[in-house]
């Protein structure tokens, strides 16, 4: 039994990361926002004592010391998963919402733009990702391995669509003058950003862990935690329940990103690279293939048939299909190769995922 440190734990992802550690029989705490949170993660297991999941409340990530008393145990941590990271499309200033670089001493804004060497160095603060690994290398001495949740949008290079494969080996080349171009933008950048950043510290410091980083795509799945209602729904899931629904009727939502993941995988990933001492150092693309929600809707209808009449049809379904060209493919040998991972399809993911919002409907 090894003692984990799990991060978010009631977070989308991070609900599914904690039923599979349990299940391996690892020992766990989680870091929630509240006293509230905490004790809904505990009644969904009512079965295990604090000896195999406990919690440590971490109101705000952001802090450069949030995690120091976090990763402190006894027993001690032998590693940490960093799952805890905001997804919204809500923010209104970008620049405290995601990439929020800190103190930037005296560097110009020109030389801070130009430079990619001084842009990493002062978003080493981004979404708390530095900030835990600093706590850990400070407080905990007997962690051996990190895995931390970074995103495709830290390899995607929006210039490069037609024909291009992406693997491990891609980064995203936006700048910070990008990052100011919108919210998606914003967004792109602090996933960007914060995943350097790691690798980064962990070149420079040197520190007893290794490190390694899982980029999912668009991750789609059954929710395991409590929800009060689908307006609290994840980011990523609502397209499903926009089209479950008849929210997305008129005009099915165009896909933008092809690519998504089952959370179950991206779960199982996590506490792989973590269990894998090979998967140290590594990044790992964990993509279980393409997508479009025109397929969604289809998937929906033919096993819903009592929700068919809430989907969109006709030219209304037609946004949501691949464009005719211009699109890209993916590499996701690594992930099998080292750690054995197999993927469910689509079709599985939509239907377990229309079960578990239709399960929160009938509450």
């Given at each position: 039994?090894?003692?984990?440190?799990?991060?978010?734990?009631?977070?989308?992802?991070?609900?599914?990361?904690?039923?599979?550690?349990?299940?391996?029989?690892?020992?766990?705490?989680?870091?929630?926002?509240?006293?509230?949170?905490?004790?809904?993660?505990?009644?969904?297991?009512?079965?295990?004592?604090?000896?195999?999941?406990?919690?440590?409340?971490?109101?705000?990530?952001?802090?450069?010391?949030?995690?120091?008393?976090?990763?402190?145990?006894?027993?001690?941590?032998?590693?940490?998963?960093?799952?805890?990271?905001?997804?919204?499309?809500?923010?209104?200033?970008?620049?405290?919402?995601?990439?929020?670089?800190?103190?930037?001493?005296?560097?110009?804004?020109?030389?801070?733009?130009?430079?990619?060497?001084?842009?990493?160095?002062?978003?080493?603060?981004?979404?708390?990702?530095?900030?835990?690994?600093?706590?850990?290398?400070?407080?905990?001495?007997?962690?051996?391995?990190?895995?931390?949740?970074?995103?495709?949008?830290?390899?995607?290079?929006?210039?490069?669509?037609?024909?291009?494969?992406?693997?491990?080996?891609?980064w995203n080349p936006i700048t910070e003058a990008e990052a100011y171009d919108g919210q998606a933008s914003g967004y792109r950048a602090s996933k960007t950003f914060a995943e350097r950043a790691a690798w980064d510290f962990v070149k420079q410091e040197n520190p007893k862990f290794t490190l390694s980083v899982c980029n999912p795509p668009l991750v789609l799945g059954p929710i395991v935690h409590y929800l009060n209602s689908l307006s609290a729904l994840n980011t990523s899931n609502q397209r499903i329940r926009d089209l479950m629904t008849g929210a997305a009727k008129v005009s099915c939502p165009p896909t933008m990103n092809y690519f998504f993941v089952d959370v179950r995988d991206i779960a199982l990933a996590h506490v792989l690279v973590a269990e894998k001492s090979e998967a140290g150092g590594k990044r790992f693309f964990v993509v279980s293939g393409r997508f479009s929600?025109?397929?969604?809707?289809?998937?929906?209808?033919?096993?819903?048939?009592?929700?068919?009449?809430?989907?969109?049809?006709?030219?209304?379904?037609?946004?949501?299909?691949?464009?005719?060209?211009?699109?890209?493919?993916f590499d996701n040998s690594r992930s099998k190769s080292v750690l054995g991972l197999t993927y469910r399809s689509l079709r599985e993911t939509i239907v377990d995922t229309v079960k578990s919002l239709q399960a929160v409907e009938a509450r």
């Open positions: 039994m090894t003692r984990f440190l799990l991060t978010g734990g009631s977070g989308f992802l991070a609900a599914h990361v904690l039923d599979v550690l349990l299940e391996r029989g690892h020992s766990v705490v989680t870091t929630v926002r509240s006293v509230q949170k905490a004790e809904a993660i505990k009644e969904a297991h009512p079965t295990f004592g604090k000896d195999r999941l406990d919690f440590a409340i971490v109101e705000d990530i952001a802090q450069p010391d949030a995690f120091d008393q976090a990763v402190i145990s006894n027993p001690p941590f032998a590693a940490v998963i960093h799952t805890a990271s905001p997804f919204h499309f809500n923010a209104t200033d970008m620049k405290k919402d995601f990439l929020d670089p800190g103190n930037r001493s005296s560097t110009t804004r020109g030389e801070f733009w130009d430079s990619e060497r001084v842009l990493t160095e002062y978003y080493l603060a981004i979404i708390g990702t530095t900030g835990i690994l600093k706590a850990i290398q400070k407080n905990a001495p007997s962690v051996e391995r990190v895995v931390i949740t970074s995103s495709f949008l830290a390899m995607v290079d929006r210039s490069k669509n037609f024909g291009k494969i992406y693997s491990e080996a891609d929600n025109k397929e969604i809707a289809e998937i929906i209808g033919d096993a819903f048939p009592e929700l068919k009449e809430k989907l969109p049809s006709g030219e209304a379904l037609k946004p949501g299909d691949y464009p005719e060209e211009g699109t890209y493919d």
